[in-house]
């Protein structure tokens, strides 16, 4: 839009230097008027020179119906070869005839049978159409052969209305100046004034109804954005407005149309108040209330005044209706003076401001007639850009919602896993805690019951066989139930306790003994292994007191490529084979051998009579760990 | 609020000289073990009076009416804990010795006992021969101390050494350097007469290290009771 308007301020440019450089062009500013019907100029009635461009409002004030104006000019000497001398009419309202030295050229169209008559009603009567061509420059090729050698005469009757019946200065009756010249030199006014006039004004028609159909929708669907319907509202009611500038033929008469586009007003400022206000977050009731009923007093009023005042009642309802438009723009301007893209809507507003003054001069006759039409222009560019900038900030505004969702919903994921990881471990540790109370229960149990059977059995039995294996049992009961199976001793601690028994047992049956194992052992054994070794040695020991008749016991104990050693070695009288026997007999050798095998280890016993006894025990450190 | 011992007491040695064990009291649920046990102390102590019951409420009537030399404690009973007569006693007989006869050989059962004030404990099931010579060291004033339970209590007292936020309202019941040496010593599984020619000292010496050693356990845990009932008062 933006790229139209500069184009149309280039050409207007290059136009400006343009009648200077061709001398051909022929501007006629005389002429002499009649007032009459008819299809020739009546020469009969009083006639009265004018200047052109002559304004009705102006010239002959309250005047509606058709009037006569007839001027003369010479044929040009020499036209350009191939080119056709035309008549140039930038602006003419309503409708017009053109006659050239007595005969029809040209005619806007079926034109009603009286075209001067008012119409006394607002509702004409069925089939009545009313054109202007009010904003439709023409261009007019004189035909060579009408045309006289000498002076042509050229007749025009406009068709037009009063000012007072008109809601816009525009669409008032007048006749601008007349310019003959080669048509190749009228061309770029007609085609400018085309574009300016009717083009723009329609691509700016389809590109309001569209935005403002779309807004609408999306504003009406999502209330919370309810902004967006009114300036949906507001651009159809533009769209509605600016299509009076370049519809040539309405199904209804003049007074009708101008009517509905008066009322009109009243809806779009009540859209645009709406929407400045909803913009800027505010929302209030008597806004809600008062500008719908605006609309209603200003048409209410219209009606009441009739079509004769319409223009002065209009007049007083422009200018409440822009101070409003112009309070709402002030109040969102205030709201959002914080706000870094502020100046985007301050530029826009600043803009459709100057556009609005421009417009009120032109209804006071004030105004250049290039700049009121760019100003007719600059408003509904305004409009379509705050558009483009809506749509900017619904987009963006979805943009975040969605980044936000997938945000909200990673959040989501991230507390769902979260859960579910706590209550696993509130699982697992509600297992555990069941676990250990029952295990405690059992633990209970087990040595009520079971321990005191096995204890009363210890102490009772005749057989020291059956004392030993209960006393296992009852070892292996506490092993079960405190659950230590999983729980591994540290080497150092084990060798202590070792130590203390072994050595405390042989001294007591005085057997000197020598103890020597590295200190602070950071390996552990895993619990079972730890009870097998401590049966292991304490078997040994029980061999050394009561078989081995020996006077000095040494235990070694050291690591070596990651097993535990541990050699028992005494100076008794070693192991013969009748010994060997008896002790395998007593739970002996063989089961020494068989625990150390339970833990992948190896129990070797080399012995020779008169020569003591060595027994080597070798478990796995980590293996013995992992199976235990 | 438990009655707390006068803190000299801790401090009072126990005579070299044994004390003879004249009477008994025995807290044991099981009449085999029962009968068994009564067996081995007369023969470790003949002539002595035994008072023998199952029941832990029977055992506290007992300690109030009569005096005792020895007390041999289980502490699972059908009415309740050992532990409980171990603290009776010690309140009210503070020069009887307590000692827990148990089948539980575990620290979460025997801990709580000794911190009541029990002089160390005897494992049911060992030999008869373990369990005579335990209880006549115990009559000349040798506390069994196994390295485990030695470890236990070093464990509980250099927790109780580290700063805490209440740290001077806590008594000042520490070890000293050569109770120390003592724990580490039987923990690594030295026995005590050993220790004893290590330190250059006396057997006896070494044994009322352990009784000082049991008698701190004691005061300490005590005053912990205490402090934590008041903080639970002073919370209420």
Redesign the interface.
């Known amino acids: 839009m933006l790229r139209v308007l500069f184009l149309g301020l280039t050409l207007w440019c290059a136009l400006a230097w343009a009648p200077a450089a061709h001398a051909e062009v022929l501007v006629l500013r005389q002429a002499t008027t009649a007032s009459g019907g008819g299809d020739r100029f009546p020469a009969e009635f009083s006639t009265r020179q004018v200047t052109l461009p002559d304004e009705w409002a102006m010239s002959r004030p309250g005047f509606a119906g058709s009037l006569w104006y007839r001027t003369e000019f010479r044929t040009p000497a020499k036209l350009p070869r191939g080119d056709v001398l035309s008549l140039y009419i930038e602006h003419v309202c309503s409708t017009l005839e053109v006659y050239l030295n007595g005969n029809l050229l040209h005619t806007s169209g079926a034109n009603p049978a009286s075209p001067g008559a008012v119409p006394s009603a607002f509702s004409a009567p069925a089939g009545t159409r009313s054109i202007h061509d009010c904003n439709h420059p023409q261009l007019l090729p004189l035909p060579t052969a009408l045309l006289k050698d000498g002076g042509n005469q050229l007749d025009i009757k406009v068709s037009g209305h009063a000012l007072a019946t008109s809601g816009s200065r525009q669409r008032a009756g007048g006749l601008s100046a007349l310019m003959v010249a080669p048509q190749s030199e009228l061309a770029a006014r007609y085609s400018m004034q085309s574009t300016l006039q009717v083009a723009a004004p329609q691509a700016m028609s389809a590109t309001l109804a569209l935005m403002g159909g779309f807004m609408f929708v999306l504003g009406f669907i999502n209330r919370r954005e309810s902004h967006l319907a009114y300036f949906g509202a507001l651009c159809v009611g533009w769209a509605g407005v600016s299509a009076r500038m370049w519809m040539r033929s309405v199904p209804t008469s003049h007074a009708s149309a101008e009517f509905f586009v008066c009322a009109l007003l009243g809806f779009i400022v009540w859209a645009a108040v709406q929407f400045l206000l909803r913009y800027s977050g505010a929302r209030f009731r008597w806004a809600d209330v008062g500008l719908p009923l605006q609309c209603a007093t200003l048409t209410l009023t219209l009606a009441l005044a009739g079509p004769g005042r319409l223009n002065a009642v209009a007049t007083v309802w422009y200018v409440i209706l822009a101070i409003e438009v112009a309070a709402a723009a002030m109040w969102y301007l205030r709201s959002q003076s914080g706000a870094r893209s502020a100046w985007v809507m301050g530029g826009l507003l600043s803009a459709a401001t100057a556009a609005a003054l421009i417009e009120a001069a032109v209804q006071w006759g004030r105004a250049p007639t290039f700049a009121a039409q760019v100003a007719e222009l600059v408003a509904p560019v305004v409009v379509v850009l705050v558009g483009l900038r809506l749509v900017q900030q619904h987009g963006r505004a979805l943009q975040h919602a969605e980044e936000g969702k997938a945000a909200l919903e990673q959040r989501v994921r991230e507390a769902t896993a979260e859960i579910e990881r706590n209550f696993r471990q509130m699982a697992e540790l509600r297992v555990e805690q069941v676990t250990e109370r029952e295990r405690k229960r059992i633990a209970?149990d087990l040595?009520?019951d079971l321990?005191?059977k096995?204890?009363?059995i210890?102490?009772?039995s005749e057989s020291e066989r059956i004392?030993t294996l209960?006393?296992e049992a009852?070892?292996e009961m506490?092993l079960s139930v405190?659950g230590l199976t999983g729980k591994a001793v540290r080497l150092?601690?084990a060798?202590?306790?070792?130590?203390?028994e072994v050595?405390?047992?042989l001294?007591?049956a005085g057997i000197e003994a020598e103890?020597s194992a590295p200190e602070d052992l950071p390996q552990t054994l895993g619990a079972r292994a730890y009870v097998q070794t401590t049966r292991i040695l304490r078997e040994a020991t029980s061999n050394i007191i009561k078989h081995s008749g020996a006077s000095s016991c040494s235990v070694t104990a050291g690591i070596a490529d990651g097993d535990f050693t541990l050699v028992v070695q005494d100076d008794g009288s070693g192991i013969s084979a009748e010994v060997e026997g008896r002790l395998d007999r007593g739970h002996g050798l063989a089961s020494m051998k068989n625990r150390a095998k339970q833990m992948q280890g190896q129990c070797l016993v080399e012995s020779s009579a008169g020569y003591g006894t060595v027994i080597r025990l070798t478990i796995p450190l980590n293996r013995s760990m992992e199976s235990s | 609020m438990m009655p707390m011992n006068p803190a000299d007491n801790i401090e009072s040695h126990a005579e070299p000289a044994a004390p003879i064990m004249k009477t008994i009291l025995l807290l044991e649920d099981?009449p085999?073990?029962r009968a068994?046990l009564r067996k081995l102390v007369l023969q470790v102590f003949p002539g002595a009076t035994i008072s023998e019951t199952a029941r832990v409420h029977d055992a506290i009537e007992m300690v109030a009416a009569v005096k005792f030399d020895l007390a041999l404690i289980d502490l699972?009973l059908p009415d309740g804990s050992g532990v409980d007569v171990v603290t009776r006693l010690r309140d009210m007989q503070p020069d009887a010795q307590s000692v827990v006869v148990t089948?539980?050989?575990?620290d979460e059962h025997l801990f709580p006992a000794l911190q009541a004030g029990a002089f160390g404990y005897i494992l049911?099931?060992q030999?008869?021969?373990?369990i005579t010579?335990q209880l006549q060291r115990i009559s000349q004033g040798e506390p069994p101390l196994?390295?485990?339970i030695a470890?236990r209590v070093m464990a509980y007292f250099s927790a109780k050494a580290k700063p805490q936020v209440n740290a001077n309202s806590m008594p000042n019941v520490s070890l000293t350097d050569r109770e120390s040496e003592v724990l580490l010593r039987?923990?690594?599984?030295?026995?005590l007469?050993?220790i004893g020619v290590q330190l250059g000292l006396s057997r006896h010496t070494i044994a009322d290290y352990v009784k000082q050693i049991y008698r701190k356990l004691n005061v300490s845990s005590r005053a912990e009771a205490a402090l934590e009932a008041q903080r639970l008062g002073l919370f209420r």
């Open positions: 209970g040595h009520d321990g005191a096995l204890l009363t210890v102490h009772t004392s209960a006393r009852l070892e506490r405190r150092a601690d060798l202590g306790d070792w130590r203390a050595v405390s047992r001294a007591q103890w | 099981l085999e073990i068994w699972g089948i539980h050989d575990d049911k099931e030999a008869r021969e373990l010579e196994s390295p485990s470890r039987v923990a690594k599984g030295y026995t007469p050993e």
